[in-house]
């Protein structure tokens, strides 16, 4: 069902999904620990640990459109293809805090 | 000095021990030494060592503690402890596995593909990630000398250097006068020296209220400088002055027992003197020939291994790559990449698309901090900024005041990416 939302959100915003490999969603989650624990500790940055898979597309494909919100976050969502969003959401939330990342 | 701090491993009788202790637990695991445990050697070491397959990492580092430059600036206003910005290295050897090597590299040999230490001992390598860091040009600047440090502090490399600036800081008595020589691109931390005259000015401002700033600069333009010149004027109405280039002419010499600095036609005498100067990568670079004539290390832009020898990369702020920033960040941004091309090539993980970014968060104030956020993309064989967004200068003080904490949670967090 998760898998059909992100699908779904990825259409509505207007782009189709290939998902890629496994691999290139923990090689690009490796950026997010430059600036987010991964431990589910917050330091006014949110830790991303186990982070519902649909909520951070969602929250990415916000980002990479909005003008508001953080810039950070902009440029970054902007540098990723939506298959990357897609990998990226579905390594991190496969890796709740406690687990070994990336 | 040599001392291993990872657990288990009995070996302490000398390096000379190691490879065959490896060799009894480990048989075929692939072997990397990374020398240099800063932002981007200990950030290579640690994504290699969390590999599924394994590899056999060692991080020479001659410090038992590392002091990040990043945030001393804070230090210096007095806003955060010493102790605050040093890191240790026990996580990445208890939970990593990372054989942490305390001492310096003297040479590196790269048909014979060993790293010799200043023990003596020699360690063998697959892959050599070199992760130096900056020196200083010798001679760029008559009289700077290392005499001339322990007068002048540059306090560009974090540690003594910072602590001797900010004895001199509260020494220095209300109405002196704070000099920054702030250098030409490029160097390390484009933000930093119009940081630090920011941070500084926030401690006069409330303990030395008559005392002035002046930075002079080889440059005739620096970065944020809008921002920059913004809050200088809104916090510290008339305490920073700014003198480019083009006004002062190059710095050629300094006098110590004069506390003085002269261009061709100048003399800025002060109470206390911030020369920070002129860089190139790290000596063991150079002497390993991963230099170019420019004095930094050239390097394929995806996977960080040097142009000029093979099975040797680089990361961080000695290498040279188009025109991104020397900044911790891009340091472990490249560390991140490189380390993922090097499972690549020694243990088939799959490649990873390089994902090359950087953040600066940048005070102007205690309570006022700026951002940029820095995309780059390779094209063409070049790395080249995709995107580039900078705080605006019409943002209110709330906004200001919640990108300071952002920034102390930055810090909490990219400190643990690096040392674990």
């Given at each position: 069902?998760?898998?059909?939302?992100?699908?779904?959100?990825?259409?509505?915003?207007?782009?189709?999904?290939?998902?890629?490999?496994?691999?290139?969603?923990?090689?690009?989650?490796?950026?997010?620990?430059?600036?987010?624990?991964?431990?589910?500790?917050?330091?006014?940055?949110?830790?991303?640990?186990?982070?519902?898979?649909?909520?951070?597309?969602?929250?990415?494909?916000?980002?990479?459109?909005?003008?508001?919100?953080?810039?950070?976050?902009?440029?970054?969502?902007?540098?990723?293809?939506?298959?990357?969003?897609?990998?990226?959401?579905?390594?991190?939330?496969?890796?709740?805090?406690?687990?070994?990342?990336? | 000095?040599?001392?291993?701090?990872?657990?288990?491993?009995?070996?302490?009788?000398?390096?000379?021990?190691?490879?065959?202790?490896?060799?009894?637990?480990?048989?075929?695991?692939?072997?990397?030494?990374?020398?240099?445990?800063?932002?981007?050697?200990?950030?290579?070491?640690?994504?290699?060592?969390?590999?599924?397959?394994?590899?056999?990492?060692?991080?020479?580092?001659?410090?038992?503690?590392?002091?990040?430059?990043?945030?001393?600036?804070?230090?210096?206003?007095?806003?955060?402890?010493?102790?605050?910005?040093?890191?240790?290295?026990?996580?990445?050897?208890?939970?990593?596995?990372?054989?942490?090597?305390?001492?310096?590299?003297?040479?590196?040999?790269?048909?014979?593909?060993?790293?010799?230490?200043?023990?003596?001992?020699?360690?063998?390598?697959?892959?050599?990630?070199?992760?130096?860091?900056?020196?200083f040009r010798d001679g760029a600047i008559a009289g700077y000398d290392d005499a001339a440090m322990q007068i002048m502090p540059h306090?560009?490399?974090?540690?003594?250097?910072?602590?001797?600036?900010?004895?001199?800081?509260?020494?220095?008595?209300?109405?002196g006068v704070f000099v920054i020589a702030a250098p030409a691109?490029?160097?390390?931390?484009?933000?930093?020296p119009?940081?630090?005259?920011?941070?500084?000015?926030?401690?006069?401002?409330?303990?030395?209220?008559?005392?002035k700033i002046q930075i002079l600069d080889a440059k005739d333009?620096?970065?944020?400088?809008?921002?920059?010149?913004?809050?200088?004027?809104?916090?510290?109405?008339?305490?920073?002055e700014w003198l480019p280039n083009q006004f002062i002419g190059t710095i050629e010499s300094v006098d110590v027992k004069d506390r003085s600095i002269r261009t061709a036609d100048q003399t800025f005498k002060a109470d206390v003197i911030n020369l920070i100067p002129p860089?190139?990568?790290?000596?063991?670079?150079?002497?390993?020939?991963?230099?170019?004539?420019?004095?930094?290390?050239?390097?394929?832009?995806?996977?960080?291994?040097?142009?000029?020898?093979?099975?040797?990369?680089?990361?961080?702020?000695?290498?040279?790559?188009?025109?991104?920033?020397?900044?911790?960040?891009?340091?472990?941004?490249?560390?991140?990449?490189?380390?993922?091309?090097?499972?690549?090539?020694?243990?088939?993980?799959?490649?990873?698309?390089?994902?090359?970014?950087?953040?600066?968060?940048?005070?102007?104030?205690?309570?006022?901090?700026?951002?940029?956020?820095?995309?780059?993309?390779?094209?063409?064989?070049?790395?080249?900024?995709?995107?580039?967004?900078?705080?605006?200068?019409?943002?209110?003080?709330?906004?200001?005041?919640?990108?300071?904490?952002?920034?102390?949670?930055?810090?909490?967090?990219?400190?643990?990416?690096?040392?674990?």
């Amino acid at each position: 069902m998760k898998r059909h939302r992100i699908a779904l959100a990825l259409v509505l915003a207007g782009m189709i999904v290939q998902p890629c490999a496994a691999d290139q969603g923990r090689g690009l989650a490796a950026a997010c620990a430059s600036c987010h624990r991964t431990d589910g500790h917050d330091t006014v940055i949110p830790s991303i640990a186990g982070l519902d898979e649909s909520r951070i597309v969602h929250l990415m494909l916000a980002y990479r459109s909005a003008d508001q919100g953080s810039q950070i976050m902009h440029v970054v969502a902007g540098a990723l293809s939506p298959e990357e969003i897609a990998a990226v959401a579905h390594y991190v939330a496969g890796h709740p805090s406690g687990t070994r990342q990336p | 000095m040599k001392t291993l701090t990872r657990r288990g491993l009995a070996g302490l009788a000398g390096a000379s021990c190691l490879p065959a202790a490896r060799a009894a637990t480990r048989p075929a695991a692939p072997r990397v030494v990374v020398i240099g445990g800063g932002a981007g050697g200990a950030t290579v070491a640690r994504y290699l060592a969390m590999n599924d397959k394994p590899l056999d990492v060692t991080l020479v580092e001659p410090k038992q503690r590392y002091t990040t430059c990043f945030f001393s600036n804070l230090y210096l206003a007095g806003l955060r402890s010493f102790e605050s910005l040093t890191r240790g290295y026990d996580a990445l050897a208890d939970r990593y596995g990372i054989q942490v090597v305390h001492d310096h590299a003297a040479a590196i040999d790269p048909a014979a593909k060993t790293v010799r230490l200043g023990g003596g001992a020699s360690l063998p390598y697959d892959r050599l990630v070199v992760a130096p860091g900056i020196a200083f040009r010798d001679g760029a600047i008559a009289g700077y000398d290392d005499a001339a440090m322990q007068i002048m502090p540059h306090a560009w490399m974090a540690g003594p250097q910072t602590l001797l600036l900010r004895s001199q800081l509260e020494a220095m008595p209300d109405g002196g006068v704070f000099v920054i020589a702030a250098p030409a691109d490029p160097f390390r931390c484009p933000p930093g020296p119009y940081e630090r005259a920011s941070l500084v000015a926030a401690y006069f401002r409330q303990h030395k209220p008559r005392s002035k700033i002046q930075i002079l600069d080889a440059k005739d333009t620096f970065f944020e400088q809008e921002l920059f010149q913004d809050g200088w004027n809104r916090h510290y109405p008339g305490m920073i002055e700014w003198l480019p280039n083009q006004f002062i002419g190059t710095i050629e010499s300094v006098d110590v027992k004069d506390r003085s600095i002269r261009t061709a036609d100048q003399t800025f005498k002060a109470d206390v003197i911030n020369l920070i100067p002129p860089q190139l990568a790290a000596g063991l670079a150079r002497q390993a020939g991963l230099a170019d004539e420019t004095g930094w290390c050239p390097v394929d832009p995806a996977t960080y291994e040097s142009t000029l020898h093979r099975d040797i990369h680089l990361v961080g702020d000695a290498v040279s790559v188009g025109i991104m920033p020397k900044s911790a960040y891009v340091a472990n941004s490249q560390a991140k990449a490189c380390a993922f091309a090097i499972a690549s090539a020694l243990i088939g993980s799959e490649p990873v698309r390089p994902f090359l970014y950087n953040t600066c968060y940048t005070f102007l104030a205690p309570d006022d901090a700026v951002s940029d956020a820095i995309s780059f993309r390779i094209a063409s064989g070049k790395t080249e900024i995709a995107e580039i967004l900078m705080s605006k200068l019409d943002q209110s003080p709330a906004e200001r005041a919640a990108a300071v904490r952002e920034a102390n949670g930055w810090y909490d967090a990219f400190t643990r990416d690096i040392f674990g």
